[in-house]
Each structure stands twice: as C-alpha cells, then as structure tokens.
C-alpha cells in the first residue's frame, strides 16, 4: 500500500516526526558507560507514554522476525546493526550505540535512527562509518522531490555509502511510511536512476542509511530479531521520516528547534 497523505495529515506528521526525534535525543543524553539497554527501554516507554503516543514496536510482528518485538526501541550495539531487540547487556566506553524508535501519534507514524559512540572513547573508523550514512542520508534527501523517482533516491545513497568503500546489503532498506510503520515502496539502500515509483507531493518516506564495515552480510541472534554483521565488523544506521512536498523534501524527526 502506497499512502498519500493530505496537508491536514503531515500537520500531524510533522508533530510525530518532533516527538520521534525529542525522544532519541534525549535517550542520547541520558546514556553513559553503565547504561543497561534495558534502561533505554524503559526510558522510551515511558516518554511514549507522557507524550500520548503509541509505539509501532511492541506489537511488530513481522514475518522476518519471531513473534512480537515487546520493547519500545531498538538498540543496536557495535556489530548489530538492525532490528536490536533490548536485553540486559551494560554499555561500556567507547560502544558504537544504534538507536531505532517509530511511534505513531493522532493516527500517524515517523520513524528515525541514529547511530553514536557512547562515552569518550570513539574509534576514528566507527566515526567515519556513521558520518557516511549521515551524508548518504543528506544525498537521498536532496534526490527527493516531486517527479523524481525512488531509484534517484537508492542511488544517491548508494553512491555515497559505495564511494566510501562499505559494502551495501540489499535486504533491507527505506519504505513507505504513514498510517502505519512500514509500507511500499521499498527504498533499497543502492539503486538506478530513473527507476521505480514517481514521487508525488503528500508522500512519506523512511529513508535509512546503515553500513557493516567489511560486509554486507547478516546474520540473525537467537532472540529471533537482532541483525549482525557475519564478521563481527562494527555497523552505523542513520533514518529520517521525511515528507514529499513541492519544494522538495521536507525533514519530519527533525527535534524540536532544530533546522
């Protein structure tokens, strides 16, 4: 299902994408070496909650992974990449940390990821990692306007995730977003121009981004849902819901008060 959205229903877009991006900043600033990944959870659920939300996650029950997820956010931690189910696991200094969250509010979903270095100790690769999916993400975002097709946007992102020199996996990707979490069209990660479904105003897109640093090889976690790198290789993963509009894309999980 393709959903095109009127201007009254990405009002309320724009309001979900905000809380989306409120809440994974201020889980950010709450962590530190110590953290348990269940604490994160427990953070999310209860920010969901005050802010009269409703998360896609507890109930996602997709046919990839085993059962309903039954937590809040996704935590992805050094060679996870995707799909991070919470566990009692303790962050320590210098973790490469991916955080997932999608909530819907007033009937409408946003969904944003974002990829970090917990403590003071950062790796120059890991950071280089995740800096490439920020700009491939800046590179899908500016291919986004009316007229343009979805493969401008696969292949601007796979130009840089490619030309930074990381293998890119098909498997999983961007999608339609709206009234619910996830919906056509797929948005593959690397892609021809001029191909796929033409974008049209009112159209909502979950782009995002996310590399393994020496594969593009997945593997799953006996949880039945935490996707890995096949080599133990670090991975990074940056997501923004963004709005099709006739000026171009519009950035939703945007936090309060930002660009």
Known sequence: MIEILSPAEIARARLTGALVA?????????????TNLLEIDQWAKEMIMAAGARSCYVDYAPPFG???FGHYVCTAVNDAVLHGM??????VDGD???????????????DAAISFVVGDTAASADLAMIEATERALAAG???????SRIGDISHAIGEVLLGAGFPVNTEFGGHGIGSTMHQDPHVSNVGRPGRG???????????EPWVMADTDVLVTDGDGWTLRSATGARAAHTEHTIAITDGGAEILTLPTGAG
């Open 22 to 34: 409120d809440i994974l900043q201020a889980l950010k600033s709450r962590i530190t070496p110590g």
């Open 66 to 68: 085993r059962g309903p």
């Open 86 to 91: 919470p566990h009692d696991d303790t962050l």
């Open 96 to 110: 490469l940390l991916t955080l997932d969250l999608a909530v819907s509010k007033h009937g409408i979903a946003a």
């Open 141 to 147: 975002i500016a291919a986004a306007r009316p007229g």
């Open 197 to 207: 479904y033409r974008l049209r105003t009112g159209l909502l897109l979950a782009l």
